[in-house]
Each structure stands twice: as C-alpha cells, then as structure tokens.
C-alpha cells in the first residue's frame, strides 16, 4: 500500500478491507465519537468494511481522496483517520479526524490534521477546505485554529452545538 504522508510520528495511507478490525474498534469508541454526530456507531467488523469498500475506497475513485489510515509509527498500529469528505453541495472538502482515546492530547491530532491539510493544498490542489467541530470538543477547535481556520458560523446539527471553520484557498463564495 503506497504511503501518502509521512510525518516523525504518524504514516497516512488509503484504508484497505483487512483494516476493518482497526477501524471498528476506533469507531465502536464513544468516547471517539462523542463529538461526531455519526447517525450509528461502527460495532462489527463487517460494518467496518462496508465503511471502508462504500464509502472510503469509493471516495478515493471517485474523488482522487477521503479519510486516510492513521498509522502511529511507534506502536505500528491503526490508530484512527484523518482526511478528507467531498461535499458535493459545496463543492468543498471537509476536513475530518479521529484517533483512539489513549493517543490524546500528545499534539498528534495538531500533526496528521497539518500534514494533511499540506497535502491537500498542495497535492490535490483543493480551492478550499471547510470543518465542522462540536463548540464542546475544544481540542479540536484549537486544532482548527492553530491551522488558521477562520470561524465562519455556528448552528445546532446532529444534536451538536457546531461551529464552522473555513479554509479559503482561492475565490470562493458560499
């Protein structure tokens, strides 16, 4: 599997079906998904390669990109994603992330979210990014801001209180 980004301590690379494991076991953690507003959780392994064979390796054909597998070198483990959602009613990239609990706030969020969205600009040359993030999560929204993601608007969705940032490469009107 051809290796996307490389970071000092973080890989990214298309998921692949024998991810599924991995996968189910970061998305079967509420405390993962406290923020997402995902309508169901991820708890079998066959509903984690649905997730991986419809929507991300259909994405990545259809879209040339979609959330990758974050490998943290050390422990050589699948830890989580990080990536992008195409938004076809924007015609934006949504910029997504999430990693298993035991790896928080060790600054690994702020560095797969900085090398993919350098990856993003300037690989897959994408005219704007956006994120949603719960005003709840703050680790996520200081990673947003640290990135120099500009708040453009805040609304109750999912059941979450959402802000959204923006990350405007080139004109671009809403």
């Not at 494991?21 to 708890?43: C, H, K, L, M, W």
């Not at 924007?90 to 298993?100: I, S």
């Not at 900085?114 to 690989?123: A, N």
């Amino acid at each position: 599997m051809t290796l996307l980004i490389d970071t000092p301590r973080l890989q990214m690379r298309h998921f692949r079906l024998a991810d599924a494991e991995a996968v189910r076991a970061f998305n079967a953690n509420t405390e993962v998904t406290r923020y997402t507003g995902d309508p169901a959780q991820i708890s079998t392994s066959e509903q984690a390669r649905r997730l991986i064979k419809e929507v991300w390796l259909h994405e990545y054909e259809r879209y040339g990109y979609a959330r990758y597998a974050l490998i943290h070198k050390q422990h050589n483990r699948l830890i989580g994603f990080c990536g992008f959602k195409f938004n076809p009613q924007q015609q934006l990239a949504d910029l997504g992330y999430r990693m298993l609990p035991q790896y928080w706030q060790q600054g690994l969020g702020y560095e797969a979210a900085q090398s993919v969205m350098t990856y993003g600009l300037t690989t897959l040359a994408l005219p704007g990014i956006y994120a949603e993030v719960d005003s709840a999560n703050t680790g996520s929204v200081r990673i947003l801001q640290k990135l120099g993601f500009t708040h453009t608007d805040s609304y109750r969705q999912w059941g979450l209180n959402l802000q959204r940032y923006d990350y405007l490469c080139a004109p671009y009107s809403r």
